[in-house]
């Protein structure tokens, strides 16, 4: 019951996407991966879910990742406007937005921009840059300079100065091995080294839209305040790469938020996959009762 689908956009980028529907439209919920990542992300979800009984379920492959492969400009406007134009086509008015880290940030802002379009966001594991720790926390005191090397990126790589084909990884199935392999023999460090690699991604991903992906992690966030949806958030108890408690700062100024914490450090999808996707279901049933 789910369909590969391919939107061309206003713009003539082509967007993939995957649309789990039994039927006339539903309630929806839109999942959005993360940094250097694709669709795949969400997979071990929809697999299991039972939100697949009273939800469509559509998740896609951002601008300049996995199958949506685009060598231009990439920021928040335009994955949500592609996200917007996808479901227009759909004929979906509204919808649940989920994303994890930096698609986290990206939900943030379609709640921002889009507000009649979004009945509620889904926040797992948001990397606000204000709660950066270690080097990701460098990089934001020095954000001009990030900005600076994605324009020379960008501009070598118009020249056609890059590289071409990028293999399409499973997630789910990186998940599984890195379970069986690491977190089942007591390695977390190890996949935590694995998961957080520029130098893997890169192996996926083309340099430039890497580069522009970190400088949208780094981009200060829309004013939370004016976000009224309900918000469910998942944080991680372990977490090195944010501080909890400024994180918890930032989310007390989201009107209708609810937080819940599970024992994984930033890979929530991971390494807690069942925790995760059984908070997700009981707030969606409590939140969106059945009509």
Not at 102 to 119: K, M, N, Q, S, V
Request: hydrophobic share 40%.
């Amino acid at each position: 019951m789910e369909e590969e689908r391919i939107l061309t956009t206003s713009d003539r980028a082509a967007i993939s996407y995957r649309l789990w529907r039994p039927g006339p439209p539903r309630r929806l919920l839109v999942l959005v991966h993360g940094m250097g990542s694709n669709m795949t992300r969400w997979s071990e979800l929809l697999h299991h879910t039972t939100l697949k009984d009273d939800w469509d379920i559509l998740r896609l492959d951002l601008r300049g990742h996995g199958r949506s492969m685009y060598r231009g400009r990439l920021g928040m406007e335009v994955w949500c406007r592609d996200i917007a134009e996808i479901m227009e086509r759909e004929g979906y008015g509204k919808a649940v937005v989920a994303g994890h880290s930096l698609g986290a940030l990206i939900a943030l802002w379609f709640a921002h921009l889009y507000p009649a379009r979004t009945d509620g966001l889904i926040l797992v594991e948001p990397s606000f840059p204000q709660a950066m720790r270690g080097s990701a926390h460098v990089l934001r005191r020095y954000r001009w300079l990030v900005a600076l090397a994605t324009l020379i990126i960008r501009g070598l790589s118009a020249l056609r100065l890059r590289r071409r084909g990028f293999e399409y990884r499973s997630l789910w199935e990186w998940d599984k091995r890195a379970r069986k392999d690491l977190l089942n023999q007591g390695a977390r460090e190890e996949m935590v080294k694995l998961y957080t690699s520029p130098w893997v991604d890169l192996k996926y991903n083309p340099l430039d839209n890497y580069a522009q992906d970190m400088l949208q992690v780094l981009r200060p966030r829309p004013r939370l305040a004016t976000i009224t949806c309900p918000v469910l958030t998942l944080l991680s108890a372990d977490t090195e790469y944010t501080d909890r408690d400024e994180t918890d700062k930032i989310l007390a100024r989201l009107p209708n938020n609810e937080t819940e914490v599970l024992h994984a450090t930033h890979w929530i999808m991971t390494e807690t996959p069942e925790e995760a996707r059984a908070a997700i279901e009981a707030w969606c049933e409590k939140m969106f009762e059945k009509k």
